[in-house]
C-alpha cells in the first residue's frame, strides 16, 4: 500500500512541479559546477522512486522532494571542491606544455607573468579559436570528438586552432625575453 500510494504522490508531484524543481536547482548550483539541472532532478527522481517502498507514508511531498534535492545539491558541490584542485594543478601542467608549444620548446620554466601574458592572450582570442585551444590543448578532446560534439568540419577545426596558435605565436613572441 505505502509503495504505491507513495510513488503516485511522487509521481504526481514530479508531473506538476518539474520546471519549478529546475528552477530551484539552477538556482542554487555555482556555475563552476559542470551538472545539468535535469542530471540532478533526474538522480534524485530515481532514488526516491526506487526507494519509495522503504518510506513511511509521505505525508508532505514537496518537502521531502526539495529535502533530497538540496542534499543532492550539497554532495554535489562537495565533490566540485575536491575536484577542482586537481583540475587547477592539471591545467597548469598544460599550460606549460602549451607555453613550450608556443614558446619553441625553448624551456620547460616560464615566469609567472610570462604564464600570465598566455592566459591572457588565450583569453582574449576570438571565441571560435579560444574554444579549440581549449578543447583540444587542455581539455584533451581529439578533433573528431570536438566535429562529432559541434558538427564543425575536422579541417575548419584544424584551421582554427592553426590560426589561434599562429596569433598566440606572433603576440608573445616578444614577450619572451621576459622569461626567468
Given at each position: 500500500?505505502?509503495?504505491?500510494?507513495?510513488?503516485?504522490?511522487?509521481?504526481?508531484?514530479?508531473?506538476?512541479?518539474?520546471?519549478?524543481?529546475?528552477?530551484?536547482?539552477?538556482?542554487?548550483?555555482?556555475?563552476?559546477?559542470?551538472?545539468?539541472?535535469?542530471?540532478?532532478?533526474?538522480?534524485?527522481?530515481?532514488?526516491?522512486?526506487?526507494?519509495?517502498?522503504?518510506?513511511?507514508?509521505?505525508?508532505?511531498?514537496?518537502?521531502?522532494?526539495?529535502?533530497?534535492?538540496?542534499?543532492?545539491?550539497?554532495?554535489?558541490?562537495?565533490?566540485?571542491?575536491?575536484?577542482?584542485?586537481?583540475?587547477?594543478?592539471?591545467?597548469?601542467?598544460?599550460?606549460?606544455?602549451?607555453?613550450?608549444?608556443?614558446?619553441?620548446?625553448?624551456?620547460?620554466?616560464?615566469?609567472?607573468?610570462?604564464?600570465?601574458?598566455?592566459k591572457?592572450?588565450?583569453?582574449?582570442?576570438?571565441?571560435?579559436?579560444?574554444?579549440?585551444?581549449?578543447?583540444?590543448?587542455?581539455?584533451?578532446?581529439?578533433?573528431?570528438?570536438?566535429?562529432?560534439?559541434?558538427?564543425?568540419?575536422?579541417?575548419?577545426l584544424?584551421?582554427?586552432?592553426?590560426?589561434?596558435?599562429?596569433?598566440?605565436?606572433?603576440n608573445?613572441?616578444?614577450?619572451?625575453?621576459?622569461?626567468?
Amino acid at each position: 500500500m505505502n509503495q504505491s500510494e507513495n510513488s503516485k504522490k511522487l509521481n504526481t508531484f514530479f508531473n506538476e512541479e518539474y520546471t519549478s524543481l529546475k528552477n530551484y536547482v539552477s538556482s542554487n548550483l555555482k556555475a563552476s559546477v559542470n551538472k545539468d539541472p535535469e542530471d540532478i532532478i533526474q538522480d534524485v527522481a530515481l532514488k526516491l522512486f526506487t526507494g519509495a517502498d522503504r518510506y513511511s507514508p509521505i505525508n508532505n511531498v514537496a518537502g521531502f522532494v526539495y529535502r533530497a534535492i538540496k542534499n543532492k545539491l550539497i554532495d554535489v558541490m562537495r565533490a566540485s571542491k575536491r575536484t577542482k584542485v586537481e583540475y587547477e594543478s592539471q591545467n597548469e601542467a598544460k599550460l606549460l606544455e602549451f607555453a613550450s608549444m608556443i614558446y619553441d620548446g625553448q624551456s620547460n620554466f616560464y615566469s609567472e607573468h610570462l604564464q600570465q601574458e598566455l592566459k591572457t592572450a588565450i583569453i582574449n582570442l576570438k571565441p571560435n579559436y579560444r574554444a579549440i585551444i581549449i578543447a583540444i590543448d587542455f581539455e584533451g578532446y581529439t578533433y573528431k570528438e570536438v566535429e562529432q560534439e559541434t558538427g564543425i568540419p575536422m579541417g575548419t577545426l584544424m584551421s582554427r586552432r592553426h590560426k589561434a596558435i599562429s596569433y598566440l605565436y606572433k603576440n608573445l613572441k616578444s614577450k619572451q625575453s621576459i622569461k626567468i
